[in-house]
Structure formats: structure tokens, C-alpha cells
């Protein structure tokens, strides 16, 4: 089947369309790719790829491309189409016989021999493509753009680290000379933080970042090391620099140390490294409460925001619900996963989230609970930082969960099933209501008595724990059945609702109050149990006994509503009389024994025969003393203090005890370097510098008299010199007391 000549035309067109966009995503996504590789930041790539695509548009316009273009085209590469192509666009009327068959054999030629395609430039695209990725790969992973960098910033004076001899007495030669020291810090990749280098050897960092020194000096020396609260690092010699690289992991203080070719040693001043933690994200639930209930026919949905705030970007946040159904030995839990509604963005400082929690959707019935809380986790690697929050609770209420008992000497439970129809009953009077104005007024009143019924057979049940055995007997009125089908009362002239009324002034009050037989009546009768009696001999006590005659009592008047089609004015007694109902399943319980302390059992041999001779006594003496804090930072003051006295020398013994002190007043320092920096430099350079003057020793001693923290209280017993007439006034007092 040929196609027409327009469409021919059209779908040309449509290709040669296609491959121009597909050009301009090359140049697009090869330009994104590169800044991701260079910069690492999301908003700058998509920038990029919307930029150089738009600039690339402006240039290639594919949408330029029409027919006109399209026919033009193919009548200068396809020379049988004798230039006639023009004609597939005009319309067969306005054409003439000539005209019609040339165009008739141009779309013929068209459908048997195009074989031309539209022009592209897809290979260079690509090749465009390929080169952009490559060049950001081998910059990301050789750091050339921190190599560039470092290249432009200024090298360290020589003049910011100065070296002192440690005994100007060894010095024979000029010491040599440190041309260059510089210090590189690359941050962890998560934290998006560039990369830079330093002169300043006081350094705040963040944990885990790589720090390295390049130092170099004139003349060849004998070693380098680096020092660090008591330990030594030796620094490596390559092109011409002594280097270091260490990760940063906790605060301190350090040093340089080098060995010149002729023993003589030399020593920096002291400088601190402050590593700073990366926080954990930090948590805020709004709009919730921390407790929920729901009814079981209320709309049952949990809605709140979360604000989650981190210093370098979240990297995942979700929800860990726990749904709990049962209770006592036969809870089960089932724990699920929840993502927010709207999703994490990976790397976001600030996150607002939202969730919506559905209990039904999560297969919730009244009874059950619902525990959940929010975890968010950071991008800090190697293991992220992990944040919880609070604990939130929601619960669908059950009326019914409460298991009902007695109490008793054994866990035994007594009631029936019929004692939870209650709560059925309203149900199916409240679906009879929902569907009045579908049934018809004759099967209404048919299931509403039936619903009277159904009462009645429930309150004679409850009256059967109350002792009430004859109730139904008594308040069924006789009736006896005509040939025609009616009910017919013995008496004319009876009230046809006494069957349904509750009067406690009628003859049926002898069933509910115990007659009076002339003798006078006990008055603390009333407040007794009296086990002797069948009537008061129950499963309750008097306060279960009138709640339930309350029950009772509010299930007459409910089911007299039934009964006279009128329903919805039975509810209401048919939620007190449920919720009395409750009230007692919660107040009759279980008597359980307590497990406690179980003693040996008594030798019967030996009781209450008074001999203690075996029963010893014990006792303990203790000396609680408390630990001495910093002891050579103190024995460091009073050899201080010695030494100013006397006007004494400092000798190796003395150094030894300073450098213990040093490495002491640096875990000080470490908190406050600001406060105890210069007293530490001063302190080392004491234990290290030999000859160095003495003028500096009582400013050390007053920054070690600061360093030591103030003791805590230690209660002890002090002996009192009392004199005789205190002896005396004590004794007077004594006797006359």
C-alpha cells in the first residue's frame, strides 16, 4: 500500500526533527555531567543542562524545519524527483492533467526509491558527548581542580612557623631555614565542602577530614617529626618535602620537631587542631499529639508534618510503625515501614515532610494500637548519624476488649458469651435507622420489635446474676391467641405497655424489693452481703449489684422504644445501659496472688528453742576516699614552686614531671584551648628547652593553678576539743531531759 505524498513529506519531516533534538541533548547532558564532576552540586548541573540546551536551540531551531525545507531537500539529493516535488504540496483541483501525473509519479518514485535520510550531525553530538564525560571523570579523580587551586594561592612565609633550639649549648652551625609549610584540608566528600590549603597551623575541622603538611627547609636535615600529646610521628621525605597526611578524628594540640646533620634538635611552638562533630539530624513533629484515640466509626486518619534539619543534608527518613493486636499472653505485633508522603530529597539540609495514616488501610480493629516514631539519617560516612524521635500513640477504642471476671481465689471467668451482644445490638439498631428509607413501613416494624426482643432477652439474662429468676414470668402478661390470629389480654381494662414499662411502684416491685413480714428491719441490713440469703447470695458485690440494676433498668426503658417503633429514641438508653456494663467488667476482677519472696523452710528441730549460738553478726568497715585528679599537674606546682624559692635550674627529672604535666593540662586544654594554650606552649617549652629562663615560671605556675578543677565536697568525720564546762552543761542536760 503507497502512502500519499504528503505524508511522505510528513514523516521526513518528523525524522529529520528528531535527530536535531537528539543533537541538542548530546551537547545538554555532556555539559551537565562535566560541572557535576567539577562543582558536585546538583543545582549547578541542572543549570547547565538547561543553559547550554538552550543556547544550542537557538542555533539548530529544529522547529524551523517544514515542508517546504523538506521538499526542497529531497529535490537536490534525489534526481528523480525531476524538482517536482513542490507539486505533492498543492491540492489535486488546482492542478492541471500534466501536472496531475507528474505528481501521481513522483510519489510512485518516492515510495519505491527513497532511500535518503535527513541530515544529521548525531556522530559529532556524541563524540561531543563522550569527550565532556571523560574530561570531568579524570578532574574528579586526580583533583585537578584543587591542584589549580592551590596553585594560585600564595605559599607560607617561612616567618609563621619560627623553630627554637632545644640546648642553644649543642648549636655549632646556623640552623637551617624552612622556606615553605603548608597545610592541606580536604573535607569529607558528603559535606560538599571545598577543598583549600593553608599557612595557619591552627586549624577547626570537621571530623574525618584528610589533613596534610608539606614542609621545606634549605638545608638537608636529619629528620622531622610531628608531635602530639606524647606521641611522635615521623614525617616522610619525598621530592624534596617532608610530608604528613592524617585523618582528623579528635581535638589536640601538636608540634614540629626537627634533627639537623649535627644532632642539634629543634622544636615549634605548640598548635591546636579543634575537630568538629558532624550533628545528628534534628527532628520536629508538628500538628500531631503524642496520644490519639478514634472511635470505631470515626474517620480514623493520622495527618503531620515533620521538619527534619541537618548540617549537611539528609540522606533518608521514614516512619517505623508498630501495630499491637490482643492483649495478655496473646498480643501479636506486627512492625512496618513507612515512607512520608512526599518524598526525601537526598542531600537537603532542610526537609518538610508530610504523612497521612490511614488505620484502616493498615488493617487496624477497635482494640488495636498503633506505635510509631521518625528515624532520619545523615549523609556522614562511614556510618551515617541516626536521629529517633519520640514515640507517638494512637489506639482505636474497643468497649468490649476488657475481659470480664469475678474475683475469686481462682482466675476463672464466669460470664457468658451474651454479655458483649450489647454493643451488637446498637449497631444493628443504628444500620436499622440508616436503612429506614429503604424498607417499607410494615418490614420496619417488624425488625424493630424484633430488636425489643432480642433486648428483652438480654436484660432477663443479666436479671438471672441478680437473682431474679422470675422476672420473665412476671413481666410476660398472659395472653391468649383468638381464632382470628389477634392477641387477647384476660384483663380488658390492663394497660398494654405494663409488659414494657419499668414501675417500681406495681405488683411487680415484690421481685425487686424483699417484702416486709411485720418484724422490724435490721438497719444495717441494707450495707451487709448476707450469703444466707438466695437473693443476695450473687456474683456481685452491692456496688456491682446496683450498677447493674441501673443496666437493667435502662434496658426496660429501651426496649419499650423498640417496641414502639421508635428507635432512635431507644438509643441513648441503649448506650448507658452499654457503658454501665462496662463499667463493671472494669471494676470485677481477678484476684490474683502476689509471687513474692519465698523463704526456706523453718527447721522445726531448732525453732523456738532461743539459742543464738550459731547466728553471727557481721560488719564491714570501708575507707571511701576520693581519686586525686591531675597528680602531676600538682606535683608539677610545688616542684614550681621549689624551684622559684630556691632559684634553682630545671634538671631532667624536672622535665620529665613537666612533660607528664603538659600531656595532662592538653586533655584540659582540649575544651578551652583559648584559656590554657599559652600556659601548654609555655609548659612545654620548659620541658623541652634547655637553659630557658626562669622569669616564666611563676606565670606557669599560676595558669596550673587555674587548670585544676575545683574538688567536690568530701564528707568526713572531725574530732572536736570540747572543754570541761561543756562536759558539764552536756551531762546536766542529760538528766534533766
Not at 515542508?67 to 534526481?79: A, E, F, N, R, T
Not at 432477663?460 to 383468638?482: H, I, N, R, W
Request: glycine share 4%; charged share 25%.
Amino acid at each position: 500500500m503507497t502512502e500519499s505524498g504528503n505524508k511522505i513529506l510528513l514523516k521526513f519531516k518528523n525524522h529529520w526533527r528528531l535527530k536535531l533534538w537528539l543533537e541538542i541533548f548530546f551537547y545538554a547532558i555532556g555539559s551537565a555531567i562535566l560541572i557535576y564532576f567539577l562543582f558536585h552540586n546538583i543545582i549547578f548541573c541542572a543549570t547547565a543542562f538547561i543553559v547550554v540546551g538552550i543556547v544550542v536551540f537557538v542555533f539548530i531551531n529544529p522547529q524551523k524545519i517544514d515542508l517546504q525545507g523538506v521538499s526542497k531537500y529531497i529535490d537536490q539529493h534525489l534526481s528523480s524527483a525531476e524538482y517536482s516535488t513542490s507539486l505533492l504540496l498543492l491540492p489535486q483541483e488546482h492542478l492541471s492533467g500534466v501536472a496531475k501525473l507528474q505528481q501521481y509519479k513522483i510519489i510512485k518514485e518516492l515510495n519505491e526509491n527513497l532511500r535518503i535520510k535527513p541530515p544529521d550531525r548525531l556522530i559529532r553530538g556524541a563524540i561531543v558527548l563522550v569527550l565532556l564525560v571523560l574530561i570531568g571523570f579524570l578532574v574528579h579523580q586526580f583533583d585537578l581542580m584543587n591542584i589549580l587551586s592551590e596553585s594560585n594561592q600564595p605559599k607560607a612565609p617561612s616567618e609563621q612557623i619560627v623553630f627554637a633550639p632545644t640546648d642553644s649549648t649543642s648549636v655549632k652551625t646556623p640552623a637551617p631555614v624552612l622556606e615553605s609549610l603548608l597545610l592541606k584540608i580536604k573535607y569529607p566528600g558528603y559535606t560538599g565542602l571545598k577543598s583549600f590549603q593553608t599557612s595557619e597551623m591552627d586549624v577547626k575541622v570537621i571530623e574525618g577530614s584528610k589533613l596534610s603538611w608539606e614542609m621545606k627547609f634549605d638545608t638537608e636535615v636529619a629528620s622531622v617529626t610531628m608531635e602530639s600529646i606524647g606521641s611522635s610521628y615521623p614525617m616522610n621525605f619525598s621530592e624534596g618535602k617532608y610530608k604528613r597526611t592524617s585523618t582528623a578524628n579528635s581535638s589536640g594540640f601538636y608540634s614540629f620537631k626537627f634533627i639537623d646533620k649535627q644532632g642539634a634538635s629543634y622544636v615549634s611552638e605548640l598548635y591546636s587542631m579543634e575537630v568538629q562533630k558532624d550533628q545528628k539530624p534534628v527532628l520536629e513533629i508538628k500538628n500531631i499529639k503524642q496520644f490519639t484515640s478514634f472511635s470505631f466509626d470515626q474517620n480514623k486518619n493520622l495527618a503531620f508534618n515533620t521538619l527534619i534539619t541537618d548540617d549537611f543534608g539528609v540522606t533518608n527518613a521514614y516512619i517505623v510503625a508498630t501495630v499491637s493486636k490482643g492483649s495478655g499472653e496473646s498480643v501479636k505485633f506486627r512492625e512496618e515501614k513507612l515512607n512520608f508522603d512526599t518524598g526525601v530529597v537526598v542531600g537537603g539540609r532542610r526537609q518538610n515532610l508530610s504523612k497521612n495514616i490511614n488505620l484502616d488501610l493498615m488493617k487496624m480493629e477497635p482494640g488495636d494500637e498503633l506505635y510509631f516514631y521518625i528515624e532520619a539519617l545523615d549523609q556522614k560516612q562511614p556510618k551515617p548519624n541516626i536521629s529517633r524521635s519520640e514515640t507517638f500513640f494512637a489506639v482505636i477504642k474497643d468497649t468490649v476488649t476488657d475481659q470480664f471476671a469475678v474475683e475469686g481465689t481462682m482466675g476463672v471467668d464466669l460470664m457468658p458469651d451474651y454479655f458483649r451482644s450489647q454493643r451488637q445490638l446498637i449497631i444493628d439498631t443504628e444500620k436499622l435507622l440508616k436503612d429506614r428509607p429503604k424498607l417499607l413501613r410494615q418490614e420496619f416494624k417488624f425488625k424493630s420489635n424484633e430488636l425489643g426482643f432480642d433486648q428483652k432477652v438480654l436484660r432477663l439474662k443479666y436479671a438471672e446474676f441478680m437473682g431474679d429468676e422470675s422476672e420473665f414470668a412476671s413481666a410476660t402478661p398472659e395472653v391468649v391467641e383468638t381464632h382470628e390470629g389477634e392477641e387477647e389480654h384476660e384483663d380488658e381494662d390492663e394497660d398494654p405497655l405494663a409488659a414494657y414499662t419499668h414501675k417500681h411502684d406495681t405488683e411487680n416491685e415484690h421481685n425487686l424489693v424483699a417484702e416486709e413480714d411485720g418484724e422490724k428491719e435490721d438497719p444495717l441490713e441494707e450495707y451487709l452481703h448476707n450469703h444466707e440469703d438466695p437473693e443476695e447470695s450473687t456474683l456481685f458485690t452491692q456496688s456491682l449489684k446496683s450498677k447493674l440494676r441501673q443496666a437493667l433498668n435502662e434496658m426496660w426503658d429501651a426496649e419499650l422504644y423498640l417496641r414502639l417503633y421508635q428507635p432512635k429514641k431507644s438509643l441513648p438508653y441503649q448506650y448507658r445501659a452499654l457503658k454501665l456494663i462496662q463499667e463493671i467488667k472494669n471494676n470485677a476482677r481477678i484476684y490474683v496472688h502476689r509471687i513474692g519472696f519465698d523463704p526456706a523452710p523453718i527447721k522445726e528441730d531448732k525453732r523456738l528453742t532461743g539459742k543464738i549460738k550459731e547466728v553471727s553478726g557481721f560488719q564491714k568497715s570501708e575507707e571511701l576516699s576520693q581519686p586525686v585528679l591531675y597528680p602531676f599537674i600538682r606535683k608539677a606546682i610545688f616542684k614550681l614552686e621549689h624551684l622559684i624559692q630556691n632559684k634553682e635550674t630545671v634538671s631532667d627529672n624536672d622535665r620529665e614531671l613537666f612533660e607528664k604535666a603538659g600531656n595532662e593540662l592538653a586533655t584540659i586544654a582540649i575544651e578551652n584551648p583559648g584559656k590554657y594554650l599559652k600556659t601548654l606552649q609555655q609548659l612545654k617549652q620548659i620541658a623541652e628547652i634547655k637553659g630557658i629562663s626562669t622569669s616564666v615560671l611563676p606565670e606557669v605556675q599560676r595558669g596550673l593553678f587555674l587548670a585544676i578543677p575545683e574538688a567536690n565536697p568530701n564528707p568526713i568525720k572531725k574530732e572536736k576539743v570540747n572543754s570541761d564546762i561543756n562536759q558539764l552543761l552536756l551531762k546536766e542536760l542529760e538528766i534533766n531531759d
